[in-house]
């Protein structure tokens, strides 16, 4: 010890040898621990991706020749029904002549298609709690729009999803689609 050190000093001089040991121990040691919380934390985050079966049913592909005009089918989309019905030219004109003012949730007919007013997607589930209405068939309880009838409130709608009367506070859910051609639509 020189004379003019104090041995506070002498401690916080840095000893090399030990020094660098510590450091490569600490460091070695931060550095499993990350790879390990990783190794951890991967598999939680990937199970927070959707399953393979849900992506499948993200979107389907529809071929609209077999759906002859005045007819309609249902597909399951998501889990969910979805209504496609080809509309006549009667239909058509009817849905456009529609008053807005009488209307629950007021849309045009024509805010209710892409690009082809004879195919009518909807998904049908009715917006008051859910039920599935008739209409799909041509025996089925369409109400005096013509549309669909939800059995279990008695909502009522129109040719075009529209809702014309009972408690739906809104109209049918027209989900996102596309047309592949003229007879081959994507939804989803």
Same mark, same amino acid.
């Given at each position: 010890?020189? +004379?003019?050190? /104090? ?7 840095? @000893? /090399?040898? !030990? *020094? ?5 121990? #600490? ?10 919380? $990783?190794? %951890?934390?991967?598999?939680? #985050? *990937? ?8 992506? $499948?049913?993200?979107?389907? @592909?529809?071929?609209?020749?077999? #759906? +002859? ?16 019905? !080809?509309? /006549?030219? +009667? @239909?058509? =004109?009817? $849905? ?10 007021? =849309? ?5 298609? +892409? =690009?082809?007013?004879?195919?009518l997607i909807v998904v049908g589930v009715c917006t008051h ?7 799909? *068939?041509?025996?089925?309880? &369409?109400? =005096? ?7 279990? !409130? ?13 408690? $739906?506070? &809104? ?7 596309? %047309? ?9």
């Amino acid at each position: 010890m020189h +004379k003019d050190e /104090t041995l506070g000093d002498q401690l916080a001089k840095p @000893e /090399t040898p !030990h *020094k660098s040991r510590r450091d490569f121990l #600490i460091l070695a040691s931060s550095a499993v621990g990350v790879v390990g919380g $990783a190794g %951890f934390v991967w598999p939680l #985050i *990937k199970s927070m991706n959707p399953a393979a079966d849900v992506l $499948a049913l993200a979107s389907i @592909e529809i071929d609209l020749k077999p #759906i +002859k005009e005045g007819q309609a089918i249902t597909v399951m989309w998501r889990g969910r029904p979805l209504f496609i019905r !080809h509309r /006549t030219p +009667k @239909e058509i =004109q009817d $849905a456009k002549n529609v008053n807005l003012k009488d209307l629950v949730d007021p =849309q045009t007919d024509t805010e209710r298609f +892409k =690009q082809h007013p004879q195919w009518l997607i909807v998904v049908g589930v009715c917006t008051h709690l859910g039920c599935v209405p008739s209409g799909q *068939k041509p025996s089925d309880n &369409r109400g =005096q729009y013509g549309g669909w009838y939800c059995p279990c !409130h008695g909502s009522v709608y129109d040719i075009s999803g529209r809702v014309r009367g009972g408690p $739906a506070p &809104r109209n049918l859910e027209v989900p996102p689609y596309t %047309f592949l051609n003229e007879t081959t639509l994507r939804v989803g």
